[in-house]
């Protein structure tokens, strides 16, 4: 499993502030092209590994216990940390202004109810296949602060945009912003699941 390593940052006037660096391994599998049958094969690898971990967490996640119950799902701080990286490599493919067929589904505000997200999937289940698989959606932003499970919310949405990038679209709203999370309520969630020094770690990734 490939997860990035924290520093203590050199310039930050935060003496407790460490710097999140990526693992050297990813870096370079992302700037090299395999062509030989060993860089194939360690690729196709990576990628079913990625395949099952992000099967596993959407899994996980869309369990009536979180879901529709409204209780936390017990993150481990590396796992969210590999979500980041993977959810950061897609956005940084897209250009600002997204580009999505119609028909869709645009959500708004979210601040994050994940009960609410899903009770808004469930409109459209067919019965045998999730909501979020048959349409494709517009996400404004505000994913997080106010709700008492905005991690859950925020890293699901991150999760479906990573395994589905062409048909989840992802916005910025207000609420995607250091200022407002210090004030709103992301950032306390962030440190009474993780602790002081992670939670503090992961906002400011």
Same mark, same amino acid.
């Given at each position: 499993?490939?997860?990035?390593?924290?520093?203590?940052?050199?310039?930050?006037?935060?003496?407790?502030?460490?710097?999140?660096?990526?693992?050297?391994?990813?870096?370079?599998?992302?700037?090299?092209?395999?062509?030989?049958?060993?860089?194939?094969?360690?690729?196709?690898?990576?990628?079913?590994?990625?395949?099952?971990?992000?099967?596993?967490?959407?899994?996980?996640?869309?369990?009536?216990?979180?879901?529709?119950?409204?209780?936390?799902?017990?993150?481990?701080?590396?796992?969210?940390? $590999?979500? #980041?990286?993977? @959810?950061?490599? *897609?956005?940084?493919?897209?250009?600002?202004?997204? %580009?999505?067929? /119609?028909?869709?589904?645009?959500?708004?505000?979210?601040?994050?109810?994940?009960?609410?997200?899903?009770?808004?999937?469930?409109?459209?289940?067919?019965?045998?296949?999730?909501?979020?698989?048959?349409?494709?959606?517009?996400?404004?932003?505000?994913?997080?602060?106010?709700?008492? $499970?905005? #991690?859950?919310? @925020?890293?699901? *949405?991150?999760?479906?945009?990573?395994?589905?990038? %062409?048909?989840? /679209?992802?916005?910025?709203?207000?609420?995607?912003?250091?200022?407002?999370?210090?004030?709103?309520?992301?950032?306390?969630?962030?440190?009474?699941?993780?602790?002081?020094?992670?939670?503090?770690?992961?906002?400011?990734?």
């Amino acid at each position: 499993q490939a997860v990035g390593t924290m520093r203590r940052s050199q310039d930050d006037t935060n003496p407790n502030r460490r710097e999140y660096t990526e693992p050297e391994e990813m870096e370079e599998e992302s700037r090299t092209t395999p062509n030989t049958p060993q860089q194939r094969n360690r690729k196709t690898k990576t990628a079913k590994y990625k395949d099952r971990k992000l099967d596993r967490f959407i899994q996980a996640l869309s369990h009536e216990r979180y879901a529709k119950q409204g209780h936390h799902y017990n993150f481990k701080f590396n796992d969210v940390l $590999q979500i #980041l990286i993977w @959810i950061k490599a *897609v956005l940084m493919t897209e250009k600002p202004l997204v %580009k999505c067929l /119609f028909p869709c589904v645009v959500v708004g505000d979210i601040h994050g109810q994940f009960t609410d997200l899903f009770r808004l999937f469930s409109y459209f289940n067919d019965g045998e296949t999730a909501g979020y698989l048959t349409q494709r959606y517009v996400f404004l932003g505000d994913y997080i602060d106010r709700g008492k $499970q905005s #991690l859950e919310t @925020i890293v699901f *949405v991150f999760l479906l945009k990573i395994k589905f990038p %062409k048909s989840i /679209f992802l916005l910025r709203g207000n609420h995607e912003s250091k200022p407002i999370n210090r004030v709103y309520g992301f950032m306390n969630e962030l440190v009474q699941r993780f602790d002081q020094d992670r939670g503090n770690d992961m906002f400011h990734m």
